[in-house]
């Protein structure tokens, strides 16, 4: 488990309820070292006042989140996710976020494989702006339950082969433990990702069983199935040494106070991560 | 598309509000050909009875579903899920039922790997008694979102590999488009599956877009975004000769009156299988 909070990250969404100077404020008082901050609680406040905020914290900002969704039956549709994902990546700069995750989209009208390939056109053709703005693209596979419209990037193997296709060092990966923990090839390609220089950014949280939510029921690591200590030393033995970012969707976490929440994550990090 | 219906079977739980009864009249009204038979719909009529409303049907029957559920923590409970394995083998050969389908099972206690070990070991030890009763046993990989207590078998590859390993033709494997359309690795895995004499079923439903329930909202053919007509390209073309077997839970659709129901899962077969 780890020693100590300098490589715990929390992502502002976790704690939904607070607006991001609140966040900020919070993460750090509790010895939280990042944030990855997305896209709403910055817009919320303003960028010039979120880059103030994040510029007076101790905290690192350790990605902004999320841009992708390139999959689109109309050519119209594509070239407008590109011009968001244009102004996410301008976002990102703006806040000091040295990279932008990417939930790659699908669209369900038509086959995976024809997603497949919007996606890594779309992100073909963000390299120069992303590399302009000295902001570095993470392809997040999705767990297959979010194929329909989430992700046609189902399984790390699936990242890889695009990451490896487009072959840039600023396009890898972020490697979720809640999406990617079922897979038997999970070892081996975390291994292959960090090889090729492509393990960008790592999350975790964990698979409460049962689950009642598709999006919305996330647990904290040590409350589910998923063995986030065994993965992030696969993570770790490939070569990562980010952070490790605590990303939890929950309906119910969202309900309690944030103040023990937050204490529940420390404690929940420091114990099963 | 399917020219008639001599290749369509229903699951009773298709039809859940109706008894094996009045299922089997309604089925074989319709045209369909072939019914597979859910436990709990030829228990609640008791086992003699079922297999004389059979008997006395047209229909085909095509599998009985479902046994599995192998691993466990516990020794005790693991030999308890062997003894309830031969019982359902007994009552399927009991029903003429030529097939049993297998749930895996998982458990969220222990990694991946050890469910998976005595899931193998709980299929080994159920063959002699499979052969002896003349009833095959298929292994059905299951959608990654069920690998926490579901299946530990969530790719069609798994399941190869594990039938592979047994090698013994009493164990094959059942395709459910539901569980596997995701992924880019289908078309090759069911090729390998033909090639080994290991395609025992074939199921059909649809995936919604959204899907509302992690169990219970499946669609019917047309409806989501699999491509069914796709799918089943690739089961033939390895060969399958089998039913196409129509496998939906959904409490939309068992709220409806069921005999709309019925017509509309043959026309959907008619138009999107």
Known sequence: MPTDLSKLCVHTITTKPWSLDVAVDKYAAAGVAGISVWQDAATSVGLTQARRILEASPLEVVSYVRGGFFPNHSREERARALDKNRQLIDEAATLGAPLLVLVCGAEPRQPLAESRRQIQEGIESLIDHATSNGVK???????????????????????????????????????????????????????RCGKNDNLYAFHICDWKVPTSDMLLDRGLMGEGCIDVPLIRSWVEAAGFRGYNEVEIFSNDYWAMEQDDFLARITDAYRAHS
């Open 137 to 191: 693209l993470a392809i997040e596979p999705l767990h297959p339950m979010y194929a329909d419209t989430r992700s046609a990037i189902s399984t790390l193997g699936q990242a890889n082969d695009i990451a490896e296709a487009i072959d840039h060092p600023q396009v890898g990966i972020a490697v979720d433990v809640y999406h990617l923990w079922w897979d038997d090839r999970l070892e081996q390609e975390i291994a």
